[in-house]
C-alpha cells in the first residue's frame, strides 16, 4: 500500500481516459435497441455519425499522447532494456488501435460492431498485461 508512483498514476490515467473515450465502441453494437428502451448513450447523444468520426480521432491522438508522455516525461513508465521493446509495444499498441479506428469507421452492421468491441477487449487485456510484463 502507501502513495502510487507518478509513472503508475500516469499510466491509470491514460487507460483510465482511452476505455472513457472508448467505450461508445460497444454503444454501436445495438444503437437501435437502446433507442427503443429510452437509454441516452453517446451514439444516441452525438449521432452515430460523429461517434463513428470521434473514436478514430481519439485512437490517432491517444497514443500520440502516450508515447509523449511515457517516453519523455521524468518518470518513464517502461524501462529501457537497450533494445527499444518499449517503442516496439507502443508501436503494436499504437498499430491495434489504429485497426480498430478504421473497423468502426467501415464496418458498420451489429456483428461488425460486435467484432470491434472484441478487438478493443483484446486492445484492454494486452495493455494490463503489457504493463505487468514490462513494467515488472
Not at 46 to 54: F, K, P, Q, S
Not at 74 to 85: D, E, R, V, W
Amino acid at each position: 500500500y502507501g502513495s502510487v508512483p507518478p509513472h503508475i498514476m500516469q499510466w491509470i490515467v491514460y487507460v483510465g481516459m482511452m476505455m472513457f473515450f472508448l467505450l461508445p465502441i460497444q454503444e454501436l453494437r445495438d444503437v437501435q435497441g437502446d433507442k427503443v428502451m429510452g437509454r441516452k448513450t453517446i451514439p444516441i447523444m452525438l449521432g452515430e455519425d460523429v461517434t463513428r468520426i470521434a473514436i478514430p480521432i481519439v485512437c490517432t491522438v491517444m497514443p500520440i499522447f502516450m508515447y509523449y508522455v511515457f517516453h519523455f516525461s521524468a518518470t518513464p513508465l517502461l524501462p529501457s532494456y537497450g533494445f527499444p521493446i518499449d517503442h516496439l509495444y507502443v508501436l503494436v499498441m499504437t498499430l491495434w488501435l489504429w485497426l480498430l479506428a478504421y473497423r468502426v469507421y467501415v464496418y458498420r452492421t451489429k456483428q461488425q460492431d460486435h467484432n470491434s468491441y472484441l478487438l478493443l477487449s483484446w486492445w484492454y487485456v494486452a495493455i494490463l498485461a503489457g504493463t505487468i510484463v514490462l513494467g515488472g
